[in-house]
């Protein structure tokens, strides 16, 4: 088993970066972007940093805080549908945990950013912003309860889903390998949210967001293997499966570090 894990993680890491700049860019041009488009305004430029941040230079005349709100709301419908595509992929384990993670990261990139933009009111992010306007800035309550639940079950439902997939493979998890799985987990959160300076979009939050998520990730965990499975008929990947599926998932991540560094990094226009 400690072999398959190994695979595992050497299959997930790099698509666990791949995922952070898809969601980015997502927000920006999928939700800000599309969204003011359909709205009649225009979509000028967009950028994505190689440390996640990112913006997007949009407008629509009378639809600002529908543009505002595009970004986040993009982010969910379609980390949505990606878990729905992975329940559909019932024997497919590696494309099934490539689709989650993606829609782990989707989750975890927007929903934190709207819930501690609401916290803090920084003014530069798109909640506190929405918040800023009259019509809205009673509604800041609701924004906060509802991007929390929504931050909580997504995160859930996501690991958990993971968790199944990777079990598939395994086996039943004993203790320590399901808490030593969940550790490694909100390591990576920890981690990676740490990577990234929030001061950027929220001025004064510091670091509470990464202990936020943190906390939260550790939760979900140990509810994960509290609940783990006891008895599992694996199905492993075959030894031709991770033959391609690594190297591919390390191509991809190259890929993408060279996409950002020399293309989105100094902002694409139009």
Do not use: K
Not at 35 to 45: D, I, P, Q, W, Y
Not at 92 to 111: K, P, Q
Not at 224 to 239: D, I, Q, Y
């Amino acid at each position: 088993m400690t072999r398959r894990v190994l695979l595992w993680c050497a299959y997930l890491l790099p698509l666990g970066y791949v995922g952070l700049i898809f969601a980015v860019t997502v927000h920006e041009v999928l939700g800000h972007g599309l969204t003011a488009v359909l709205c009649g305004g225009e979509f000028r430029s967009f950028y994505v940093a190689p440390d996640g941040m990112g913006a997007a230079w949009s407008f629509a005349p009378g639809s600002r805080v529908a543009v505002l709100a595009g970004g986040t709301i993009a982010q969910v419908v379609l980390g949505g549908l990606l878990l729905g595509a992975s329940v559909l992929l019932r024997r497919r384990l590696l494309l099934r945990a490539a689709l989650l993670l993606l829609a782990f990261n989707l989750f975890l990139d927007g929903l934190p950013y709207g819930f501690w933009d609401a916290v803090y009111m920084g003014g530069r992010g798109d909640v506190s912003r929405i918040l800023s306007y009259d019509a809205w800035a009673p509604h800041r309550t609701l924004f906060l309860i509802g991007l929390g639940l929504l931050l909580v079950a997504s995160v859930a439902v996501t690991c958990r889903m993971l968790i199944r997939t990777l079990e598939d493979d395994l086996g039943a998890l004993s203790f320590g390998a399901a808490a030593g799985l969940a550790f490694a987990m909100a390591l990576g959160v920890g981690l990676g949210s740490a990577a990234f300076d929030w001061n950027q979009l929220i001025p004064g939050a510091d670091l509470m967001p990464t202990y936020g998520n943190t906390a939260l990730q550790i939760a979900v965990g140990v509810w994960l293997v509290l609940t783990r499975r006891r008895a599992v008929e694996p199905h492993p990947v075959s030894a031709r499966g991770w033959t391609v599926a690594i190297p591919v998932a390390w191509a991809l991540c190259l890929a993408t570090v060279i996409v950002v560094i020399r293309w989105l990094r100094h902002g694409v226009s139009w």
